[in-house]
């Protein structure tokens, strides 16, 4: 008997657990367990110098390193085995452990298991990381115990001893997290749900992800859907619990935050209360708009009074990555949102100015439409810069769009590298312009993730700004 057959069972000590992934979840996962006794093996297909960062974190554990192709036997062997997150589930060598009775569960699933504080979830297509990061600061003002993780770059498990009972536990998200839950949070947030990572799963499949959030919710949890998204308003009808809506418009089906004016209000029941003005919001663009309204629904439903959601709103900064200013380089603002891994994240990074722009666009391909992003960048860019693997199929889609519009257009640039795309977009900036990185694709075609291409250009726009800067006598 392996004693580790239920998430209930969790005495790891001298068991055989592998953990598959190398990446922040994986880290986290192999701490936990290894302070935990078990014996640990990680599994990753990436070879070591893909990895040298991560294994130095990990460099002080007695564990088994299995790198460069995901060994079957070191999974076949295990007590239990550990997925992180963006693994996929149909690798070879995962096949036949589901088929063959060991256990198979998500680090985020373990920590739901484990967590003593109530957990508040946000998901969604799109915003997770801002909303997720504006909520913490919301708690912050109010003097809750607050602490932030998950998808946004912070590990769940390694932190568990931090977290009692009375801390509010704010999570985010990804739908792969979501894909071997059996709990969802007390309070779970549905920012939207659109076409989005289209390469690994039909839309049925995605939207079906995004749906347990709050799936294995009781009648005393909430939900918290945006009103303004067609898919989150047909999700709502599952919800087992309460529902809490948020909208940038005036009307919403029961409690929640709208927006009347340029303000926005929170309603419950008869109660309604002015929150904060929007434009006291320092980020730009009607999605961060929605991101705040959405954070500030969920703090309501938590308690949060509203003087603290109005001072977070005002005081909240830029997330990494996100619509994030780098620099003024001969005139030109310099912005990289690298976080833009869809075409309707940039068409939002794009619709957040009213300057002129020289657009970065390009990475992995995620077979997701291209058509009005192609119309919107060649109305409403100086020049278009496109890099990486997927240059062929967007300089295809711009060339179409440009067939059938009447106006000239954006100037298309063609390179292969973003160090290029970069010359290429300083030489076209003028006085005044934005340059946007903002590449409506993933990473993975030359980085490990978004961080790592918005990184090499915050490096590529900072040489530029030393070179600028006048030697000191």
């Known amino acids: 008997m392996r004693n580790l057959d239920r998430l209930s069972d969790l005495d790891f000590a001298d068991k055989r657990v592998t953990v598959v ?13 290894a302070s935990r006794g078990a014996e640990v093996t990680v599994s990753d297909a990436k070879p070591r110098e893909r990895l040298a960062e991560r294994v130095e974190e990990v460099a002080d554990l007695p564990i088994r390193l299995s790198l460069g192709g995901n060994d079957p036997q070191a999974v076949r062997n295990a007590d239990a085995v550990f997925v992180s997150q963006g693994v996929p589930l149909d690798l070879p060598a995962l096949d036949s452990v589901l088929r063959g009775g060991i256990p198979v569960w998500s680090m985020f699933t373990l920590f739901m298991e484990l967590c003593p504080g109530p957990v508040v979830g946000i998901t969604g297509s799109s915003g997770k990381t801002t909303t997720t990061a504006l909520l913490g600061e919301m708690f912050r003002a109010d003097e809750k115990p607050v602490f932030v993780g998950g998808n946004i ?5 390694d932190h568990l001893a931090e977290v009692r009972a009375y801390t509010w536990v704010v999570l985010e998200v990804s739908h792969t997290q979501l894909q071997m839950t059996s709990r969802s949070p007390h309070v779970a947030c549905l920012l939207n749900v659109t076409p989005n990572h289209l390469d690994r799963f039909s839309w049925d499949q995605y939207r079906d992800l995004k749906h347990n959030i709050f799936r294995f919710q009781s009648r005393e949890d909430v939900a918290v859907l945006n009103y303004d998204d067609a898919e989150a308003r047909a999700l709502a009808t599952t919800a087992p619990g309460a529902r809490v809506w948020f909208s940038l418009g005036e009307k919403i089906p029961g409690d929640g935050v709208y927006v009347r004016g340029d303000e926005a ?11 904060f003005a929007l434009d006291s919001l320092p980020l730009r663009g009607r999605h961060n708009r929605e991101n705040a309204v959405a954070a500030a629904a969920v703090a309501s439903a938590c308690g949060v009074t509203p003087r ?3 001072d977070a709103v005002e005081s909240f900064t830029a997330v990494p990555h996100r619509l994030e200013h780098v620099a003024t380089l001969n005139g030109a603002d310099y912005y990289n949102d690298s976080i833009a891994t869809t075409p309707e994240r940039t ?3 794009i619709r957040s100015f009213q300057e002129p722009l020289v657009l970065l666009l390009g990475g992995r391909d995620k077979n997701l439409p291209l058509e009005e992003l192609a119309q919107e960048a060649l109305r409403r860019c100086r020049a278009v810069v496109i890099f990486g693997e997927s240059g062929p199929k967007l300089e295809a889609a711009l060339r179409q769009a440009a067939k059938g519009s ?12 973003l160090a290029e795309a970069f010359e290429a977009a300083r030489r076209a900036a003028w006085r005044s312009d934005a340059v946007l990185l903002s590449p409506a694709c993933a990473s993975f075609d030359a980085y490990d993730n978004f ?3 918005g990184e090499h250009f915050r490096s590529l726009v900072g040489r530029y700004v030393k070179e600028a800067q006048p030697s000191l006598p």
């Open 21 to 33: 992934g190398l990446g922040v979840e994986g880290v986290d996962a192999v701490r936990y367990l």
């Open 451 to 453: 961080e790592d291409r």
């Open 265 to 275: 209000h929170y309603r419950q029941g008869r109660y309604d209360q002015p929150l």
């Open 308 to 310: 603290a959601i109005a």
């Open 406 to 417: 009447r106006d000239k257009g954006a100037r298309i640039v063609r390179t292969s590298t």
């Open 347 to 349: 068409l939002a990074g």
């Open 153 to 157: 770059g912070v590990g769940l498990l």
